[in-house]
């Protein structure tokens, strides 16, 4: 069975820092890993996909990395602001099954 | 703007009584698929729909049931609506690359 994991499951942080979430995934044929983040009571925004055949993404002070190989994923954001607090899901698309199957997400409070 | 739409955004009901949450996507995509989400659990799919008339089960789709008679629209079904399908609800509209979710539908059956 696939799945997906997040950790930590909670991290809180001063503004400022850099941070690295962490995902791994058991799928062996993953067609592309998606990292989203909800608000709370909201819905997914699309932050960073990554194709299997690539390595990373970047959009403004994020970047995504992906290593198939060892099955993990990281987001790495820099410079966090108060903002970036939000819940933060990992998501691998399987091109076996055609699924999306999700992390549990790890919650991210940046302190002021 | 490519977007999907889910109405409601919240509904309150009662068990036993037939609802049906709505899904539209203007991106003409051909999959399309239903997820609940609860705390501890994350997100679980429950219905996929990879084109019109082709529907699966995904991993949560007991209590449920869709429809696909048109590419937009991909409505969600609860004929007879527990308590235990309190939950909050996304559609989902997918290219080959990346999914674009809807806003969610918060639902509570008392």
């Known amino acids: 069975k696939q799945e997906v994991t997040q950790i930590p499951a909670a991290l809180s942080v001063p503004e400022g820092e850099n941070l690295v979430l962490n995902c791994s995934f058991t799928?062996?044929?993953?067609?592309?890993l998606q990292w989203f983040r909800q608000d709370p009571g909201k819905g997914l925004t699309s932050l960073l996909l990554?194709?299997?055949?690539?390595r990373e993404q970047t959009s403004g002070r994020l970047n995504a990395s992906l290593d198939k190989s060892s099955g993990r994923s990281t987001l790495y954001i820099a410079a966090s602001q108060p903002g970036d607090s939000a819940t933060y899901l990992c998501a691998s698309f399987s091109s076996n099954t055609g699924k999306l199957i999700f992390g549990q997400g790890t919650t991210l409070q940046v302190k002021p | 703007e490519a977007q999907v739409t889910q109405n409601p955004r919240y509904l309150i009901t009662v068990t036993g009584k037939k609802l049906t949450v709505t899904c539209s996507q203007n991106m003409n995509h051909e999959y399309m698929s239903w997820y609940r989400q609860d705390p501890g659990l994350g997100l679980r799919q429950i219905y996929y729909?990879?084109?019109?008339?082709?529907?699966d089960k995904g991993d949560v789709p007991e209590g449920y049931k869709v429809s696909r008679k048109e590419k937009r629209n991909f409505p969600l079904i609860l004929e007879s609506p527990s308590p235990n399908q309190t939950s909050l609800y996304f559609c989902a509209s997918t290219t080959s690359n990346e999914q674009f979710f809807g806003p969610g539908t918060r639902l509570t059956v008392l």
């Open positions: 729909s990879m084109n019109v008339e082709v529907t």
């Open positions: 990554i194709q299997s055949s690539q």
């Open positions: 799928d062996s044929a993953i067609y592309n």
